[in-house]
Each structure stands twice: as C-alpha cells, then as structure tokens.
C-alpha cells in the first residue's frame, strides 16, 4: 500500500497533469500544465509561460482561480498493462502570485523549481509572469506508484 509520502515522490517526478478549473458559476476548464512540487509538498506550481496566446486578457485558469480559488490537479500513467495504472489527484485553494508582490520569494523560488524541472523553460522570459500556486489541502493516489 502506498503511503502519502509515496504518492508525493510519484507526483513530483511526473512532467505532466491537468488542472481542473471553474469559474463563479462553476462552468469547468481542464488543461495540460507543467508543475513542480515544492520541496515541503505543501504547494505546487504552475507558471503562465511565453507559449503563443491571445494576451489582450488573462489565460481562463486565472480568471477562474480569481473568481474561484478551489482547484484539482490529476496527474496519471496509463498503461495496456492495467496492473501499471496509477494516478495522484490534488485538490485545495489556489492563488495567483505575481513577481513583486508580498509573496514574491514565492514567485522566485516556483520559477526555479520550474526551470530545474523543465529544461524548456530555460530561455523563457518567465520572471514578469504569473505563478498558480495550489495550496494541498488533500492528496488521493490509486494504482502503481513505485515506477
């Protein structure tokens, strides 16, 4: 049986989850994000990144962060094989953090847990940019989770 300190290790070593959002009046938005763990596993973040969108107003998951901080993250591994199955679901309140901020160590310290993680956002001009911060108020997990 897997223990939450697994389940934590197995999320933080994954390169790919979907947020799921909902605005006030709770319409849902789920989208593939890039996330680091932080090292207390207490957060994890996601950063708006350079990747071409319409910029005339904030990306939907912010909008509905603003308006309804309550979020669920899943990251998964699929497999033919179905004893290989396994997922990890966060949920809690997020926040948007923006560099300057009180809370701008935060937004610094995301932003290189980022960088470390995804290669991709090394030539990326992300400091101007808002961090999504889940905070974890529960973590479910099922399946295999030792690979």
Sequence with gaps: MATEAKAQA???RQRVARL???DASAAPHVIPVCFALSPDAQSLYITVDEKPKDTSRPLKRVRNILENPQVAL???HW???WSQLAWVMVRGPADVIEMGEKSGSEHAAAQVLLR???PQYQDM???PLPVIAVR???LTWWGR???
């Design 79 to 81: 497999d033919e094989d």
């Design 116 to 118: 470390a993680k995804y």
């Design 20 to 22: 799921a959002s909902a």
């Design 74 to 76: 899943v990251a998964d």
């Design 136 to 138: 974890i108020a529960r």
């Design 145 to 147: 989770l030792d690979s």
């Design 10 to 12: 197995w999320l933080a």
């Design 125 to 127: 001009t992300l400091e």
